[in-house]
């Protein structure tokens, strides 16, 4: 018997927008539900689990923080699903807010379909266990790593390859450092550290052309400043673990 498809539901009133996600999608083995209201959203969630909502915030009727609302008040409708937010203008102020909805993945309009492929796969990645370190990251295939790479190569190094080769190696190098500080910020609940380690690592990783793991460091950043100790540290296992994963021989 073939294995049961994941599904993912996207809400937007944009039907653009609902047709750039469908075809950044089409190649995964997922079925995409789309909805162009919260109401109607709702009812497919009574209907049937999904493992991802993606919604927008601003939209006609009732606005994507009213089903963030719903989602956080009724578990039962939410079921084992991530939320992600794709929405432009995400202010530092409006994602903290979205932090304590319980919001997974913020991405920003426009969004690149590296960036939402990016999110979709490691959404359908196995949750971690509570109390228990978090799962490795969904590996790339391999096309998929090469094409960041080469975006990384031409954006950050005049498509100089060489150049890109030799600053990844002294990065690599560097991350058993990070890895050492880090969990020592950590267990020290050293907030100050653990900022500036992940503010560091933001800029690094995007210049390798991981923007995934980027957005991850930047979130523990945010949560660092605003002294969200719980989340830095659960953020920094995050993190941890795709460090080790990309300093993988």
């Avoid at 995964?28 to 927008?56: F, G, N, Y």
Wanted: a negative charge.
């Amino acid at each position: 018997m073939a294995p049961t498809q994941a599904r993912i539901l996207l809400v937007d009133d944009d039907p653009a927008l609902r047709r750039f996600v469908q075809m950044a999608l089409e190649d995964m083995p997922l079925q995409l539900i789309t909805c162009d209201r919260v109401s109607a959203a709702v009812q497919a969630l009574e209907e049937d689990p999904v493992q991802i909502i993606v919604t927008d915030l601003m939209m006609p009727g009732e606005s994507g923080l009213g089903l963030l609302q719903r989602l956080k008040e009724q578990p039962a409708l939410r079921g084992p699903a991530r939320v992600v937010v794709l929405s432009a203008g995400l202010t530092p102020a409006r994602r903290e807010e979205l932090v304590h909805m319980d919001v997974w993945c913020l991405l920003d309009k426009p969004v690149s379909v590296m960036q939402l492929v990016d999110c979709i796969q490691e959404g359908l990645s196995p949750y971690p266990a509570k109390a228990a370190a978090p799962a490795t990251p969904a590996t790339l295939p391999a096309s998929a790593a090469r094409a960041h790479a080469q975006a990384a190569i031409d954006e950050f190094f005049a498509g100089n390859g060489d150049l890109y080769r030799a600053y990844r190696s002294t990065c690599l190098a560097q991350f058993s450092h990070d890895l050492n500080n880090g969990d020592t910020a950590a267990a020290a609940q050293d907030l100050i550290s653990l900022r500036h380690l992940a503010h560091n690592a933001k800029s690094v990783l995007r210049m390798l052309g991981y923007p995934l793991q980027s957005t991850q460091a930047h979130g523990v950043e945010e949560d660092c400043t605003a002294g969200r100790a719980t989340e830095a540290l659960e953020g920094w296992q995050v993190l941890r673990a795709a460090l080790l994963a990309i300093g993988k021989p």
